[in-house]
């Protein structure tokens, strides 16, 4: 197998852990870069579905699992993830799963943060801002601080500094006790941590890691190594999470996730450098986004919740209803371009099978003080269910002709389209080789 990069070209959920598992197959090591528990990759194998949020897909396939340097890891949420994973009688030990000693962990405080800054953004409220902002500034704890000497002297400096936050925020006494309390009545696993006063309480915070660190330690060590041998063997298996319009730099600021989701935060998030044979944009055969910000293409009409509906475009994370909207050309060719794909997975193909028409966004019209419209090409539909076509000649001629044309727009081979939610949906029109 040669080595594989997996980016999401839209705005996430492109199906990135459905494609990640089906590749894994031939890999020896999967790895995630960057971001943590906001992301949320459903996969259905046999029938059977599976929610992962820090452990990349290719669990399911047995292989050797490395959360990389670059992800935030809620170590709560990794301990719940090992331990469901486990019960559902998948193996999840040391052995197979690495939890990278640079990755900085993330605290019930930074998910109290969150709940109370990330609103304008839409943020999962999963602590990922607040954690990569203590990254960047320095402040953070890595997975191998801890039970390191000074870790609670960190851990109540931070505390301190993020209560001052929470008095910028919520400015008087009242506001401040309703927001917590309610903070808290949503999400009840906080509330063990704020004290009478209403403020984060750095102690209990302290003690929560002390107590649970025993149940995560071992799972830590430095991943380098093993992501070395896994290239100088072409069997790695790089995975993003969210999409390049979700990107830090990249994409559609400040609508954004806190890290880079592309092929720059892969090299910085691995800690090696890897010539990746593959680059693999992920592209849902319509478009969704969560959250705030701009979507030209987004449908806030019947067709939008049709869309919404036939894909079941909710949260994997959050529940939240995915806004949804046409494919948008312009979008994917400035992924493309950010992170060098040479090879798009299209997913979900089969939610566009009762349409006559599909539109495609081609370019936008830039016209004096309006806002940018899309101006849209049509596909004819192919109206019939193809969701049992096992290779690109049983698809109908109007869907072929469909995948061909956004090629030939993109000038980027579609390699694997996705007909179907189960690992067994998968048409393979270009081998990977
Ligand atoms: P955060 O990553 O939780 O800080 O959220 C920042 C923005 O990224 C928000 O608009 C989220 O809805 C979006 N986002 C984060 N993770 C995902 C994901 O896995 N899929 C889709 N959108 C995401």
């Known amino acids: 197998m040669p080595n594989i990069l997996v980016v999401g070209s839209q705005w996430g959920d492109e199906g990135k852990g459905k494609i990640v598992d089906f590749l894994s197959n031939d890999a020896t090591v999967v790895v995630r870069y960057q971001g943590g528990a906001n992301a949320g990759h459903t996969l259905v194998i046999s029938g059977k579905k599976y929610v992962l949020h820090l452990i990349p897909s290719g669990i399911l396939n047995k292989k050797i699992c ?35 000693e640079n990755a900085h962990l993330i605290l019930p405080y930074h998910l109290i943060i969150d709940a109370i800054t990330g609103k304008e953004i839409g943020t999962t409220g999963r602590g990922i801002g607040p954690a990569y902002i203590d990254k960047i500034a320095r402040k953070g704890i890595r997975a191998k601080d801890v039970g390191s000497m000074g870790l609670e002297e960190k851990i109540n400096k931070n505390v301190g500094y993020r209560n001052h936050q929470i008095n910028f925020y919520l400015t008087d006494e009242i506001t401040r006790r309703e927001t917590i309390r309610t903070l808290c009545r949503k999400n009840p696993f906080l509330e063990q941590f704020i004290d009478d006063n209403c403020y984060i309480d750095a102690k209990k915070v302290y003690n929560d890691l002390m107590e649970k660190k025993q149940l995560f330690s071992l799972f830590i060590r430095d991943a380098k190594p093993i992501l070395i041998e896994a290239a100088s063997r072409c069997s790695l298996l790089a995975e993003g999470a969210q999409g390049i319009h979700l990107d830090i730099d990249n994409g559609s600021y400040p609508y954004v996730t806190s890290s880079n989701t592309g092929i720059g935060g892969a090299l910085n998030g691995l800690g090696i450098y890897v010539d990746f044979d593959y680059r693999i944009g992920i592209a849902k055969a319509y ?23 036939k894909g079941g475009e909710f949260g994997a994370t959050t529940g939240r209803p995915r806004r949804c909207g046409w494919l948008d050309l312009e979008v994917l060719k400035k992924s493309i371009l950010a992170s060098g794909i040479n090879y798009i997975a299209m997913t979900k193909i089969d939610v566009l099978s009762s349409l006559n028409s599909i539109p495609v966004c081609v370019g936008y019209n830039k016209s004096e003080g309006a806002s940018e419209q899309p101006c849209y090409e049509y596909q004819n539909g192919w109206n019939q269910d193809i969701s049992n076509a096992k290779t690109f ?41």
């Open 393 to 433: 000649d049983e698809l109908p001629t109007n869907c072929q002709k469909y995948v061909k044309k956004i090629e030939e727009l993109l000038k980027t081979k579609i390699g694997i389209v996705s007909v179907g939610a189960d690992r067994d949906k998968t048409i393979v029109i270009k081998e990977l080789n």
């Open 66 to 100: 490395v959360l990389g340097q670059g992800m935030v890891v809620d170590y709560n949420e990794f301990i719940k993830e090992i331990s469901e994973l486990s019960k559902l009688g998948i193996s999840t030990t040391p052995e197979n799963v690495i939890l990278d």
């Open 287 to 309: 478009t969704t986004r969560v959250g705030e910000g701009p979507f030209p293409t987004e449908l806030n009409n019947p067709l939008g919740e049709e869309l919404r509906q």
